[in-house]
């Protein structure tokens, strides 16, 4: 079955370093592949999407994520993390019939 | 982009109550979804559609059933709520032949 992976539960990171957030599918055919990101209260918001193409895609907000095959692989990076970029990011794969699987996502903390 | 509203964002319900969650966009094709999300399980995937009385079992459909009699509103609907369906709950629709996907803001489900 189609599956994601975040192995990071929480990562604490501080503001103005750079950021990478893990993720890795398991789908059999050629993915679209999927960050959001969730704040405290609120609904999902698109971050970027990867369908085909440059395997570096860039996002909103200065973000960019990286389409690895070989590694089944899209983690999701930032070069310079903003005290507002703390929220929770899932990754996301599209299994067919538009439906998608979340990873349990990845909740950021920014210290100061 | 597809508007998606959900019509509450908190709603808080007895036991045994049955419980309608609405959603509409503003679009008249085109996949509607349902994802429940829960900490540390990410959103898992209820029910979805791609017209109009029609459906389809997602992930965990047990307890839950949903009726699309017109193409811009998909309701999800609890027949007897329970405490294990406290939660929230977040329906999305797809445009563009799925690269495009648009979440409501959520609705804040407590059964009590």
Redesign the interface.
Known sequence: AQSVT?PD?HITVSEGASLELRCNYSYGATP?L?W?VQSPG???Q?LL?Y?SGDTLVQGIKGFEAEFKRSQSSFNLRKPSVHWSDAAEY?C?V?TG?????????TRLLVSP | DVKVTQSSRYLVKRTGEKVFLECVQDMDHE?M?W?RQDP??????IY?S?DVKMK?K?DIPEGYSVSREKKERFSLILESASTNQTSMY?C?G?WR???G?T????TRLTVV
């Open positions: 975040q539960i679209y999927f959001y609120q609904g999902l698109l999407k369908f899932f996301a599209n019939f538009q439906k998608l699987v979340f990873g349990t996502g | 996949n979804f994802y540390g399980l990410g959103l898992r995937l979805f791609y389809e997602g977040l999305a797809t032949g799925g690269r996907y979440f409501g803001s959520g």
